[in-house]
């Protein structure tokens, strides 16, 4: 089973800061996705990285693909309150049978 | 377009008892998951169906199965329900794993 780490587990910061959360493993994935979610809700995707070295852009969000498609990173630019959330790293497994998701960064984003 | 639909949206059972959860994919979606998601925890893999085939299973015990209808949609069953099967039972349809997944609400289970 391919495990992902994903960090800070918890993350508190002032609206207009910036911050990273991490996602890495040891195992190869054919895809990396990020999504966030509310209370209550089922995942929404946010954004998939399918090559090595990839960043893709979201307004104020920056999601990079490691060159070896083992890691992943999510920077946010100036936070604002309505990025409050959980927000989950999820490797597409070579087999292409299923996710594997990380823990989960719970940010909390303070007016 | 309907998202992926779930029911029921809550659920509360006795231990030993049996649920079956339901799930309507995308429309053209043919690729159905199950995962549970534990409070505080990220989701985990349970099983994917394609065209009405079991394609990955996750490492759950026998008590939980599955299956794919004609028309794409979905049933979880679990059986001989234990205390520790109380989570969010999420589903996710795709058109392809690499494009990602669209999940519905979840059905909350709660074993007492």
């Known amino acids: 089973t391919q495990l992902l780490e994903q960090s800070p587990q918890f993350l508190s910061i002032q609206e207009g800061e910036n911050l990273t959360v991490y996602c890495n493993s040891s195992?190869?994935?054919?895809?990396l996705q990020w999504y966030r979610q509310e209370p209550g809700e089922g995942p929404v995707l946010l954004v998939t990285?399918?090559?090595?070295?990839e960043v893709k852009k979201l307004k104020r969000l920056t999601f990079q693909f490691g060159d070896a498609r083992k890691d992943s990173s999510l920077h946010i630019t100036a936070a604002q309150p309505g990025d409050t959330g959980l927000y989950l790293c999820a490797g597409q497994e070579t087999s292409g049978s299923r996710l594997t998701f990380g823990e989960g960064t719970q940010l909390t984003v303070n007016p | 377009d309907a998202g992926v639909t779930q029911s029921p949206t809550h659920l509360i059972k006795t231990r030993g008892q049996h649920v079956t959860l339901r799930c309507s994919p995308i429309?053209?979606?043919?690729?159905v998951s199950w995962y549970q998601q534990v409070l505080g925890q990220g989701p985990q893999f349970i099983f994917q169906y394609y065209e009405k085939e079991e394609r990955g299973r996750g490492n759950f015990p026998d008590r939980f199965s599955a299956r794919q209808f004609p028309n794409y949609s979905s049933e979880l069953n679990v059986n001989a329900l234990l205390l520790g099967d109380s989570a969010l039972y999420l589903c996710a349809s795709s058109l392809a794993g690499d494009l990602g997944y669209t999940f519905g609400s979840g059905t909350r289970l709660t074993v007492v």
């Open positions: 429309s053209g979606h043919k690729s």
């Open positions: 195992s190869v994935f054919s895809s």
């Open positions: 990285v399918v090559t090595g070295g």
